[in-house]
């Protein structure tokens, strides 16, 4: 079983997600061990990209913060392998597909595999292009995290028959960002997948508070934060540790 | 093992979110099925001919060849069309095919404002909503065609994100696409993004090298010997050399833009300082630094300040067909000028680098040999920066 399969052993799984290097890394160490600690069940960690085309403003402007303060593909590398010393909860990293590419596929996802990176996501990596990484992915164990949309019809089987380590349900269009109404029909697209694949599938985009956070994790096996999680960063900055753990224990025992 | 779709080369494909996949395969099945449906056809025809003013004039630069003395100069002349520059070309063919689509609504990326002011152009005479993302420091670098597409019935986005220029254009459309594509087409301007759009517009650009071709067999009775033309995204370089690739003998001169020199940090020149990467859907060469960020370029030309270029033209350079050259600022700006008396015309500051190569090569190539200049657009959008270039401050 993959390490991001045990994340969703416990009940319904809570996901974060945050930018390293937002507002330092120093920081991020203290927000990843308090959000571990708060019942995050597997968590994403954000390399920062010049250009995040699937981001709304929040994380946009946390990836500028995070280039801006000196973050680069190594230091992180080097953060999360000093992380990894003390913190066993199942770690993915989301990022863009140039971050990989220019790094070198092999180079990148080897590099993972030894620090303790457990999936990847690429969200402009789409499954027409994903044999990009997915051979050398699946050479070292880390799982490429396929993406489903609420325009995906009748790609939905095909992209889940093949799916490593989660499915990613994007709950509605545009991008990332907190929504008051999430109107996709989330539970007619995770029946489809049901009928392809095993594998567990969280909802992401747009969820910020419990009540939204715990509709959502009645149709699908965990649910992922980001843009809540970041604005909590952006206004705390280096004292964000406290502020976010309170906010995912929150959204756990919601969820729970 | 990559997908093979939309290739060229090594180059091109689809790295897009999921959300866009459905509707880049609808468009490509739409343009596959109507770019060879008589009545799409005749009615393109009929707009290019009619509104746009196709064909353009292949005209022989007189006075520049003799001023210049060495070989022939053709000016294709781009600038003459309806809204002054290629565009049109291209945002015809989009528009037609979103309309046949039952689309209602187009976005647009633009840098100079050209493509912005042509397809506001024709969404006003489609009757289509419009809106133009544009990069703020855009904005103020092109004011008087902000104010077009505004009394063309656009909106206009100033684009606050990252360096707010044409990149970042770019990456705004695309997430205001993944956030309205039922009724929204995204007219993209040049021969970049995913599959199908590098294809999509070089197929409209390519009007400009069919009809040069035969206007140069016509007047000339034979090929010219080299083919110049400025890159940025690469939409009119290759609609200039598509129709001369299988020439050999025809040089193909793609015409970067250095800014203050491609040993700078200040230049958009691709090609020359950028190395392969995957961005805006696809694989190609990018300005970028050693962890993949995408740099923050520069051009004083709004249109060709990008950090990509247009697969095709990637794979052009891969296979030695077509060669790209840089050319700085002030070489753009001094052709700007020279083009200006010697001519009677006044390019965009875009054409000003492929009139700029010109002016370098045709004096060392003999009398008898021929050479095609691509003006893109007409340069009155440049005179206030120009102006400001040379320390005139001069109200628009």
């Known amino acids: 079983m993959s390490n991001i399969a045990k994340a969703f052993e416990g009940g319904k799984a809570f996901i974060p997600f945050i930018t390293c290097?937002?507002?330092?890394?120093?920081?991020?160490?203290?927000?990843?061990?308090?959000m571990a600690a708060n019942g995050a069940d597997l968590i994403e960690l954000g390399i920062p990209f010049s250009d995040p085309t699937a981001e709304g403003p929040v994380i946009q402007g946390a990836n500028i913060r995070a280039?801006?303060?000196?973050?680069?593909?190594?230091?992180?590398?080097?953060?999360?392998?000093?992380?990894?010393?003390?913190?066993?909860?199942?770690?993915?990293?989301?990022?863009?597909?140039?971050?990989?590419?220019?790094y070198g596929a092999e180079r990148f996802i080897s590099t993972c595999q030894q620090i303790?990176?457990?999936?990847?996501?690429?969200?402009?990596?789409?499954?027409?292009?994903?044999?990009?990484?997915?051979?050398?992915?699946?050479?070292y164990g880390v799982d490429l995290i396929s993406l489903i949309a609420p325009t995906s019809a009748d790609r939905v089987a095909m992209i889940a028959k093949d799916a490593d380590g989660f499915i990613y349900i994007v709950s509605s269009l545009g991008v990332t960002g907190e929504r008051s109404q999430i109107t996709t029909d989330i539970s007619k697209l995770v029946s489809v997948i049901r009928e392809n694949t095993d594998i567990p599938c969280a909802?992401?985009?747009?969820?910020?508070?419990?009540?939204?956070?715990?509709?959502?994790?009645?149709?699908?096996?965990?649910?992922?934060?980001?843009?809540?999680?970041?604005?909590?960063?952006?206004?705390?900055?280096?004292d964000s540790a406290k502020p976010v753990g309170e906010f995912v224990k929150q959204m756990k025992d919601a969820i729970r | 093992?990559?997908?093979?779709?939309?290739?060229?080369?090594?180059?091109?494909?689809?790295?897009?979110?999921?959300?866009?996949?459905?509707?880049?395969?609808?468009?490509?099945?739409?343009?596959?099925?109507?770019?060879?449906?008589?009545?799409?056809?005749?009615?393109?025809?009929?707009?290019?001919?009619?509104?746009?003013?196709?064909?353009?004039?292949?005209?022989?630069?007189?006075?520049?060849?003799?001023?210049?003395?060495?070989?022939?100069?053709?000016?294709?002349?781009?600038?003459?069309?309806?809204?002054?520059?290629?565009?049109?070309?291209n945002v015809l063919g989009q528009a037609l095919l979103a309309k046949k689509m039952g689309k209602t609504r187009l976005i647009a990326e633009t840098g100079a404002g050209q493509h912005g002011v042509a397809t506001a152009t024709a969404a006003a005479l489609l009757g289509m909503e419009c809106v133009v993302f544009m990069g703020e420091e855009d904005t103020k670098r092109q004011a008087l065609n902000v104010y077009r597409m505004r009394l063309l019935g656009s909106k206009v986005v100033p684009v606050t994100s990252g360096t707010a220029?044409?990149?970042?254009?770019?990456?705004?459309?695309?997430?205001?696409?993944?956030?309205?594509?039922?009724?929204?087409?995204?007219?993209?301007?040049?021969?970049?993004g995913p599959h199908p759009f590098p294809t999509i517009v070089r197929d409209f650009q390519s009007v400009i090298s069919k009809e040069a071709r035969e206007q140069i067999l016509e007047y000339e009775g034979r090929l010219p010997d080299a083919v110049i033309a400025c890159v940025g995204g690469g939409s009119n370089a290759i609609g200039s050399f598509y129709n001369f690739i299988g020439d050999k003998d025809v040089r193909l001169i793609g015409c970067e833009a250095a800014g203050r020199g491609i040993d700078t940090f200040e230049t958009a020149a691709t090609v020359n300082t950028g190395r392969l990467g995957i961005f805006h859907g696809m694989k190609s060469y990018f300005c970028q630094d050693e962890f993949g960020q995408i740099a923050p370029v520069y051009s004083i030309s709004a249109g060709l300040d990008y950090p990509g270029v247009g697969p095709e033209h990637a794979h052009l350079h891969d296979i030695g067909r077509a060669e790209y050259v840089p050319v700085t600022d002030d070489e753009a700006v001094d052709a700007f000028e020279f083009l200006s008396r010697t001519e009677g015309i006044i390019p965009a500051i875009e054409s000003a680098h492929a009139v700029a190569y010109a002016m370098k090569l045709a004096p060392t190539m003999d009398k008898d040999k021929i050479i095609i200049v691509t003006i893109s657009g007409r340069g009155d959008k440049d005179c206030a920066a120009i102006a400001r270039y040379r320390g005139e401050d001069i109200n628009e």
């Open chain 1, 21 to 34: 290097g937002d507002p330092d890394l120093e920081t991020t160490g203290k927000i990843v061990r308090e």
């Open chain 1, 67 to 102: 280039l801006s303060g000196g973050v680069t593909t190594d230091k992180i590398f080097d953060f999360v392998r000093e992380l990894r010393k003390d913190v066993s909860v199942p770690l993915v990293f989301m990022t863009y597909s140039n971050v990989v590419f220019s």
């Open chain 1, 116 to 139: 303790g990176i457990d999936g990847i996501i690429l969200p402009d990596l789409p499954f027409e292009e994903k044999d990009e990484f997915l051979p050398i992915c699946r050479q």
């Open chain 1, 203 to 238: 909802v992401g985009f747009g969820i910020s508070n419990p009540e939204q956070a715990k509709n959502m994790s009645q149709f699908a096996d965990g649910v992922i934060v980001g843009s809540a999680i970041v604005r909590k960063i952006a206004q705390h900055g280096k």
């Open chain 2, 1 to 89: 093992m990559t997908n093979p779709k939309g290739r060229f080369g090594i180059h091109g494909g689809q790295y897009i979110p999921e959300t866009l996949m459905n509707a880049v395969i609808e468009l490509e099945q739409a343009y596959e099925h109507y770019k060879n449906d008589p009545d799409f056809v005749r009615e393109l025809n009929d707009l290019l001919a009619n509104y746009a003013g196709r064909p353009s004039l292949l005209y022989y630069a007189d006075k520049l060849t003799k001023t210049l003395g060495g070989a022939k100069i053709y000016l294709k002349r781009e600038d003459l069309n309806h809204t002054g520059s290629h565009k049109i070309n």
């Open chain 2, 165 to 192: 220029t044409l990149k970042d254009a770019v990456s705004e459309a695309m997430r205001e696409w993944t956030s309205r594509i039922d009724d929204t087409h995204y007219c993209l301007g040049s021969v970049m």
